[in-house]
């Protein structure tokens, strides 16, 4: 079924302010305005950031609903997916945060505004590990972008957390996706939001 829902969820210093957040919000804009769009600001810990996406998808309908994440918003994504059933894309997606996270306890700054600085936690990694899938369930829900250029995770271990779900692996690219654009109808298409 066409999604009616749409929800993006970015990744570890991000924010909705992201470069693919805003070219698919600018899409739905331009060809699909039905389809509700919410990309919200995920605080730092990942208890919190889960608990406002529960409450904020709550009313949504379960059969006509997707979620797509990057990189940490990945991760996310996929336990939102787990959860609730959705499609989910997956862009560049982390498979071992509490692993990779560690190493940036302390206070950080935001990408999008460098004034802005927030505290990443340790306890925020225990959070992180709470929050594992233990093993995807239908991956054939799933549709992962993942560039072997990728600088910051390793492709390797990305194909083989999604292996079986629809893939797009990328020979070079880089971890933000920076040739986004061209990979668009091909989520576009796998969400059914366009030929």
């Known amino acids: 079924m066409t999604p009616t829902h749409l929800l993006y969820l970015h990744g570890f210093r991000s924010s909705p302010r992201s470069f693919k957040a805003q ?14 769009w919410w990309c919200p600001q995920l605080p730092p810990s990942p208890r919190a950031a889960m608990a406002l996406v529960r409450q904020g998808i709550e009313a949504w309908p379960a059969a006509s609903s997707a979620v797509l994440g990057s990189s940490l918003g990945g991760f996310y994504a996929t ?13 560049n997606p982390a498979v071992d945060p509490a692993r990779d996270l560690a190493a940036y306890i302390g206070e950080l700054t935001a990408f999008h505004d460098p004034e802005q600085h927030f505290f990443f936690r340790a306890e925020y990694v225990d959070e992180l ?31 083989a957390r999604y292996a079986g779900a629809q893939m797009r692996l990328l020979e070079g690219g880089d971890h933000a ?11 576009l298409s796998f969400l059914r939001l366009c030929d």
Do not use: C, N, Y
């Open 23 to 36: 070219r698919l919000q600018a899409w739905l804009a331009a060809h699909r305005p039905e389809v509700h």
């Open 129 to 159: 590990r709470d929050l594992v899938v233990p093993a995807i369930t239908h991956p054939e829900r799933f549709f992962a972008v993942i560039a072997k250029g990728d600088e910051v995770l390793d492709w390797r271990e990305m194909a």
């Open 79 to 91: 336990a939102v997916a787990q959860a609730t059933g959705w499609p989910a894309v997956l862009l």
């Open 177 to 187: 996706l920076s040739d986004f654009d061209e990979h668009l109808p091909h989520i």
